[in-house]
Each structure stands twice: as structure tokens, then as C-alpha cells.
């Protein structure tokens, strides 16, 4: 960020006088500031000096007065290369109170920060396009498909074709099949044969080629050349060569006098060719923002006088009434108030099996209606409803820069000012050692068109696009795109028990009874004890109890052991082993059933009928069905799995176990997970943490990368990295396939892009012609560019097959009656 000298911009948090002047002492305070003053009444800063905005904001923050941002997205047209995009962010960013700006070649779209107050957002697409690109404000529900591109690229495609065939088919094809150029020797001569093509290919490049020179020769003459740049001067050299050769032969040396008129029109007709394939292959690229986009309904049926009408979706308001008939889409995010039904929520959570909803029950809108009417009240409209939401999540991760780009990036900077003098020398010395000035003309022009750095652009932005979208299909939403590469470095993946790898809920699992004692009648007078207790472990106990409970009389509570009560004038114990034993009964028929169900960590309800130990009841947190071969599928990945749990030694080490855990870390209080997390990370390497997004926010904050399972309306947790909305342990192996696709994708993208222009920029400076006789033609070199771009997108497009793991769910745990 460059300097700044006066900049006025909005601050958050002033609710007083005392609160402007402290939020103004800060600014003063900061390196760069010479003046610095905050008005209450509109609350905003006015600060002059050569402070940087990170400093500025940076001094707010720490004061407890923010800088108040706002995000704004641009439509971008005419970038062609990522030399292109640093020069788009380069000019954003020097605008004063411009906080940070990311620029995507393959969405053309620029995501800029700002703050609030200091610039009209309608500057941002003035300055862009002060650098040579148009420019719109867009809105962040409604993204470009690239069909506005596609449109005019195949046209002018069509019409380069159509020009320059005639004289590529006469020229080229007079070279391999001589007959044909003695015809026209024989009949319209080849100086009408010049002036031809002359006609033809300037109609080539004054029509469809002039977006060439409409960008790239201003930024040329700015110092800031870009691969239009290097198309423009490859193309008018070969046709300011050929003009003089036809019309004024005696300004060149005697025995060069040849035209390249067919070169330059087959060099802009490739690349148009090139770059409308890429505009079609780039539009499917965002296939899933315009399937999440598509899932909200046109219209609504919505009461209004007490009738349902339908009406608009924008027209629809909190609160509001709307009718759901059979197969429609949900409109908005609401809660049902008549009727019940199954609803579809795999558009939103990537899982197949349908929802049941009754009144009361959240539904999301987006997601499709089954057989039966519903009716619901709206509780979120427009950019608040949940699908809102997940479209700005997956967006913002498409447009995210990853770390690994950062090579590229610096590679691109300069990259197209060497190959203007890789060109100049090439074209130099075939001057001076070459045979001819054709030759040296041929060698330049190919050097021009070989080395567009097209394909680098594409090669991160592309993979990432797909890669989110597809994560997305699976209910993988990675809200921070560079979550992308920090999980695909994951050494262990670490689970938060409670409500994560179990359904964060006591459960029934286990009941031993000594003899004589009919189990359904010990379960049931242990039940009707506990129904006057709202603790969990009594939910339990009698969830899996029969309805008909006996009738208690006297009951009491024994504080710290359990309850005591009468049926049928018996006397009844319910509660921990220490209470039967302070009452005098013996355990002795029950220890092995307590002993075994110890070891498994669960927790004990004991119970006693007038003195004598009669059942023991295990209560435990059950295993999510997915928990199991989610584990076994990141064991398969390679990937360590470590579990951190607030359970006593005991209870931890059982879940473990049975899940196949390699470490367990017990007895963690929710502020201690952020210690166990270091100490994995010192052990194994950087960690990927799994929780609820709920308590484990400051875990999830302290992991390499921080993985939040929540269903529909839990999306938006903000201290995740990661959000997976399926709700199921699984989740979490799908985002690190996707992780790991994406990351591998983008390797092979940067791989061949950098290799294209290491190996043919030698080649077509003619390195090969002194020992093999090849010099490229740049006609070639225009099609091998075009196709490496194309290479490059489609190769990001396989990243759509990325398939859902599948696990065949475990089975439910199954409620086990054992005598002792």
C-alpha cells in the first residue's frame, strides 16, 4: 500500500465523546501521522500524513475502534494473462484507502476492500479502467457467466477464420502443392497476389484483432506492456514487414522482399480461437455458483390478505407466511408452522437422504419440498438465508489467492519485459548471423507469441474455481480458499468428541440384572424414579424405557449419590454404586457388569429393590454411524488421527478404541484444547481440528486449518476455515480428497504452463536451427499458446469428477440386555 495524505474513512464502535478521543490519540500515536481527527456526530476519521492504511487500521483496531471495511466485486474485461492481474491489483491498490484487492483471471472478477467513506466505490472501476481493462460494479448474488465473453470472441473468431482462410489455404498451400501458386502466378500475378492478402489481413486485424491493439499498445507505451502487448507488436511486425515488401520493396535489402500477411492473420485468428474455448471452457468452470444461484424459486406464494398469492422472491419479507406446495423448492430459510413432510437438503448438504419436517422444524430455502404442502414462517430473506450465505463463502474462496501462486506471480511481473528483450536480442542476432532479415523477422515475432504468459494466470484460479465448487456439491464449504492449501499439508487430523465424533447425547446402551429380576420391569422402575429429574443422565434412563411407568411415592433425593422412592411400598435406589453402598446393599452381584461397563467408560445408573442390588444401567454418548469409516478413510489417506475429549481417561480411551484413534488427549477443559492442539502440532506436524463450530471456536482458530461440522443453519461460523454443512463425520474425509485434488491439479497446471514457456521461448528464438535446421513458425507458436491455456482450464475441469466418498453407514448401535 503506498503512502497517503489526507484520507477521511468511517470508525466503528464510537459511542461518545471519550470514545472519538481515544480512537483519535491512537491515529495521532501512529508512525506517519501528522494531523489526525475523529467526528462523533458522523463518526469518522480524518488523518493526513504518509501512514500506510495498515498502520492506520492497524492502530484502530488495537484502540477497540475499528476501521469500518466494506467488499465490493468487479466485472473485469479484456485480461488476458496474469500479467494482466498483477497490473490490475498494482493500480487498485495504489488508490488511497483501497485495504487490499485480489484480482481472478479465470471468474475476471476483482474482490476489493475498502474503507468505508474514504472512495465511492464507483472509483474502483474507473481506476481499473485507467489501466487499459473495462470495468463494472457487480453484485455478489449475481456473477457474470462468462456468455457476455463467449458471444463476441466466437464472432470475431469467425470472421478471422473466414478472412484469413483464402489467404492461408493460397499462400501455405502454394508452398506444398506447387500447381497452385504457378495458377496464380499464371493469372492475377503476385503482386495483385500481395495486395490480396494486404486487404484481407488488415480488414483481420482492424476488426477482429483490434482488441490486441486497443490494450496492448497504450500499455506498451505506459511502460507496463502485457500479452496483448506481445501480440500487437508480433502481429504488426509481420504486417508492417509485408506492407513495405508489397507496396514499397525498395526500403528493404534486395532478396527480402517477402510478405507474412498469412502469418498475422493466422496468429490472431488462434488466439481468438484460443481464448473463445477458454471463455467456454472458463464459463462451466463456475457450474456450481449458478447451480446454488438457480436453486432459489422466481416466485413465491406468499399470504397477502389472507390468501396465498404469489409474489416475487425480492418481495418477500421476515415473517411472512409461505406456502411450500409438493415438489417445490423452499424459498427462504423459515420454520414450519402446518403441515409435515420430507424435505430434499442434499443441494445444500451434499447428503442423499431426505429430511423429515414438522411444525416447528427449520427448513432452508433451496432445498426441495416432497410429497405433502408445507406451510412456514420466513426468518431470513435475501442475503441472510443460509444459501445467500453459502454462495458468498464459495465465491470468496474462488476468488482467493493461494500462497503457492505467489511464485507465479513474481514470475509474471517480469516476465513480459524479458520476453520483449529475449525478442530484441533474438531478432539481433539473427541480424547479424542470420541468412536474412525474413529469418530474424520470423525468430522475433515467434518469441512475441510463444511466451504469453496465458496459462500461468490460469493455472491457480481455474483449479481453485472448480475445486471450491465441486467441494461445495459435497457440502464441503471452504470459507477461506487458502484453507485449501494448508489442508492438503495436514499431517493429523484432530476430532472434538462431544457432538463431533459422537451425537453429544446420553444414550441407553447397556443393563445387566441379577437373577430373579425381570429386566423391562427394573427398567421400568428405575425410569419412573428418574422422570422427576431433568439431569441427562435421567433423559436417558427413561428414553429407552417402556411408556407405562409404576407410580412413585416419597421419592427423594440423596445429594451427590441419586434418588430414593417407593413403589408398591418398595423400597426403591436409583443412582451411583456409592449409593447402595452408604445404604447397605451389597454390589457383589452386579461387579462384574460394573467392572465391564467401567472399562468401556460408561457411566452407571445402579439400582436396588428393598435392600438387594437388582440391575446396573450404562448410559454413554453413542458413536456417530460415520464416526468409524470416516477414521479408517483418513487412516487411508495417510493422515494421523488424534481425538480431544473434556471425558475422564477412561470413557476417552473406549471411544478411541473402538474408532481406531491413534492419539487421545483427555480431560481437556474447552480452554485447554488450544494447548493439546500445540502440542500435536509439535508432534506430528500442522493440524486440521474438527469441531461443532460452537465451543470449539477458539480451537478452531488455533488449527492450521479449522474444520466446523454443522448442518444448514450452523454455516456461517465464523472461526472456521472449513464448514461442513452435510453435518456427518465424512465431511471431513470429502474436504481433504478435495483438498488434495485441488492442490494436485494446481501443481500440474503451474508445471506445464512454466515448462511451456521454458522449453518453446529457446525454440522459437531458433536455438535449434544451427544443429536441426527447425525454426518455429509463429503461426504455430500462436496455436501452441492458445492451446496451452485451454490445456490448463480443461485440466482444472476434471476437478468437476471429484467423487463423494461414499461409506456404507455403520450400523446403529444396538440397545444390549445382558444378565449379570
Not at 292 to 300: E, M, S
Not at 329 to 349: H, P, Q
Not at 549 to 555: A, F, G, M, R, W
Not at 698 to 714: H, K, Q, V, Y
Request: glycine share 10%; net charge negative; charged share 15%.
Amino acid at each position: 500500500m503506498g503512502p497517503v495524505t489526507t484520507l477521511r474513512f468511517a470508525v466503528e464502535n464510537l459511542s461518545c465523546a471519550g470514545c472519538a478521543g481515544r480512537a483519535e490519540r491512537a491515529l495521532q500515536a501512529a508512525p506517519g501521522v501528522k494531523t489526525a481527527s475523529v467526528n462523533i456526530a458522523n463518526r469518522m476519521a480524518q488523518v493526513s500524513g504518509d501512514a500506510s492504511i495498515e498502520t492506520l487500521t492497524g492502530a484502530l483496531t488495537k484502540a477497540g475502534y475499528p476501521a469500518k471495511e466494506s467488499t465490493h466485486r468487479l466485472k473485469i474485461t479484456g485480461m488476458s494473462c496474469a500479467s494482466c492481474v498483477g497490473r490490475v491489483e498494482r493500480a487498485l491498490l495504489s488508490e488511497p484507502g483501497v485495504v487490499s484487492a485480489n484480482v481472478n483471471l479465470a471468474t475476471e472478477t476483482a474482490e476489493v476492500r475498502i474503507l468505508d467513506g474514504a472512495l465511492d466505490p464507483a472509483r474502483l472501476a474507473d481506476i481499473v479502467r485507467a489501466t487499459g481493462y473495462d470495468a463494472n460494479l457487480v453484485t455478489p448474488d449475481a456473477p457474470d457467466d462468462g456468455h457476455d465473453e463467449i458471444t463476441p470472441l466466437k464472432r470475431d473468431t469467425l470472421i478471422a477464420a473466414a478472412l484469413t482462410l483464402p489467404v492461408f489455404l493460397t499462400e501455405m498451400g502454394g508452398h506444398i502443392f506447387p500447381p497452385i501458386h504457378h495458377a496464380i502466378m499464371g493469372s492475377i500475378g503476385m503482386q495483385t497476389f500481395w495486395v490480396l492478402q494486404f486487404i484481407l489481413i488488415t480488414l483481420v486485424l482492424v476488426r477482429p484483432g483490434q482488441r490486441f491493439f486497443r490494450i496492448g499498445l497504450p500499455l506498451l507505451v505506459k511502460g507496463a506492456p502485457d500479452m496483448n502487448s506481445l501480440v500487437a507488436l508480433g502481429t504488426l511486425a509481420a504486417w508492417v514487414y509485408s506492407t513495405i515488401a508489397t507496396f514499397a520493396p525498395g526500403l528493404l535489402p534486395a532478396g527480402t522482399q517477402a510478405v507474412y500477411f498469412e502469418a498475422a492473420g493466422v496468429i490472431v485468428t488462434l488466439i481468438l480461437a484460443g481464448r473463445w474455448m477458454e471463455a467456454r471452457a472458463k464459463g462451466r468452470t463456475g457450474a456450481a455458483i449458478r447451480h446454488l444461484i438457480g436453486l432459489r424459486p422466481d416466485t413465491v406464494r406468499v399470504m397477502r390478505d389472507g390468501a396465498f398469492t404469489e409474489v416475487p422472491l425480492g418481495e418477500v419479507q421476515a415473517d411472512d407466511l409461505i406456502e411450500a406446495r409438493p415438489g417445490a423448492r423452499i424459498a427462504v430459510d423459515g420454520v414450519v408452522t402446518k403441515g409435515s413432510s420430507y424435505i430434499d437438503e442434499s443441494m445444500i448438504t451434499g447428503e442423499p437422504v431426505p429430511v423429515a419436517k414438522a411444525e416447528g422444524d427449520p427448513v432452508t430455502g433451496g432445498t426441495i419440498n416432497g410429497q405433502s404442502p408445507l406451510t412456514y414462517r420466513a426468518t431470513a430473506v435475501g442475503q441472510d438465508t443460509v444459501l445467500a450465505r453459502i454462495i458468498d463463502m464459495v465465491q470468496t474462496a474462488q476468488g482467493a489467492k493461494l500462497p503457492i501462486q505467489a511464485l507465479a506471480d513474481k514470475v509474471v511481473r517480469i516476465f513480459v519485459p524479458i520476453v520483449l528483450a529475449i525478442a530484441a536480442v533474438t531478432v539481433a542476432i539473427w541480424l547479424i548471423f542470420g541468412p536474412d532479415l525474413s529469418y530474424a523477422l520470423t525468430a522475433g515475432v515467434a518469441v512475441l507469441i510463444i511466451a504469453c504468459p496465458c496459462a500461468m494466470g490460469l493455472a491457480t484460479p481455474t483449479s481453485i474455481m472448480v475445486g471450491t465448487g465441486r467441494a461445495a456439491e459435497l457440502g464441503v464449504l471452504f470459507r477461506k480458499g487458502d484453507a485449501l492449501q494448508r489442508l492438503d499439508s495436514a499431517k493429523v487430523v484432530a476430532f472434538d468428541k462431544t457432538g463431533t465424533l459422537t451425537e453429544g447425547r446420553p444414550t441407553l446402551v447397556e443393563q445387566a440384572n441379577t437373577d430373579g429380576i425381570d429386566p423391562t420391569q427394573a427398567l421400568a422402575m428405575a425410569a419412573a424414579v428418574e422422570q422427576s429429574s431433568d439431569h441427562p443422565i435421567a433423559r436417558a434412563i427413561l428414553s429407552g424405557a417402556p411408556a407405562d411407568l409404576p407410580e412413585v411415592t416419597n421419592s427423594e433425593t440423596v445429594p451427590g449419590y441419586g434418588l430414593k422412592a417407593q413403589i408398591d411400598n418398595q423400597i426403591i435406589l436409583v443412582g451411583s454404586e456409592r449409593l447402595l453402598t452408604t445404604q447397605g446393599v451389597d454390589t457383589t452381584p452386579l461387579q462384574d457388569a460394573i467392572q465391564r461397563f467401567s472399562d468401556k467408560g460408561h457411566t452407571l445408573v445402579c439400582l436396588a429393590i428393598d435392600g438387594n442390588a437388582a440391575a446396573v444401567f450404562a448410559v454413554a454418548d453413542q458413536i456417530k454411524p460415520s464416526a468409524k469409516p470416516a477414521i479408517d478413510a483418513l487412516h487411508a489417506q495417510g493422515l494421523k488421527v488424534a481425538m480431544i475429549s473434556g471425558d475422564n481417561e477412561a470413557a476417552a480411551t473406549a471411544i478411541a478404541r473402538q474408532l481406531g484413534i491413534d492419539h487421545v488427549t483427555a480431560g481437556v477443559l474447552p480452554d485447554g484444547k488450544v494447548d493439546a492442539l500445540k502440542a500435536l502440532r509439535d508432534q506430528f506436524g500442522p493440524v486440521a481440528f474438527v469441531g461443532d463450530g460452537i465451543n470449539d471456536a477458539p480451537a478452531l482458530a488455533e488449527a492450521d486449518t479449522g474444520l466446523a461440522i454443522g448442518t444448514g443453519t450452523d454455516v456461517a461460523i465464523e472461526a472456521a476455515d472449513i464448514v461442513l454443512s452435510s453435518g456427518r463425520v465424512s465431511g471431513v474425509v470429502n474436504a481433504v480428497e478435495a483438498s488434495r485434488q485441488t492442490m494436485r491439479n494446481i501443481r500440474q497446471n503451474l508445471f506445464w504452463a512454466f515448462a511451456y514457456n521454458t522449453a518453446l521461448i529457446p525454440v522459437a528464438a531458433g536455438v535449434l536451427y544451427p544443429a536441426f535446421g527447425i525454426l518455429l513458425s509463429p503461426m504455430l507458436g500462436a496455436g501452441a499458446m492458445a492451446l496451452s491455456s485451454v490445456f490448463v482450464v480443461s485440466n482444472a475441469l476434471r476437478l468437476r469428477n471429484i467423487a463423494a466418498v461414499q461409506h456404507d453407514a455403520a450400523p446403529e448401535p444396538q440397545f444390549k440386555e445382558v444378565r449379570a
